[in-house]
Nanobody, 114 residues
Framework: QVQLVESGGGLVQPGGSLRLSCAAS????????MGWYRQAPGKQREFVAH???????TYADAVKGRFTISKDNTKNTVYLRMNNLKPEDTAIYYC????????WGQGTQVTVSS
């Protein structure tokens, strides 16, 4: 059925930037939120950011002021612009769409290291 396809992960130096994208392979109706979670090795998966159907954004304290979430409803795509990246941002980032059903991407690796 519908799949979420993520892109934009990679290796970046501290202080650098990356932009993640996540697009649904098919149309998803009644989306409540689009967002991102992340999981570092040995740690719990944690909330990063999401944006509601009305365009309201919410961020985890750890990323406030550095990350920006946005969306394109026409494309059913969500983006995460990550600025001033820190080593502690290193994790697998998972895209999440909350609709009638919940959808998850397979994850994309973000590594922040010199």
């Amino acid at each position: 059925q519908v799949q979420l396809v993520e892109s934009g992960g990679g290796l970046v130096q501290p202080g650098g930037s990356l932009r993640l994208s996540c697009a649904a392979s098919g149309m998803i109706f009644s989306i409540r939120t689009m967002g991102w979670y992340r999981q570092a090795p040995g740690k719990q998966r944690e909330f990063v950011a999401h944006i509601s159907s009305s365009g309201i954004s919410t961020y985890a304290d750890a990323v406030k002021g550095r990350f920006t979430i946005s969306k394109d409803n026409t494309k059913n795509t969500v983006y995460l612009r990550m600025n001033n990246l820190k080593p502690e941002d290193t994790a697998i980032y998972y895209c999440n769409f909350r609709a009638i059903l919940d959808y998850w991407g397979q994850g994309t690796q973000v590594t922040v290291s010199s």
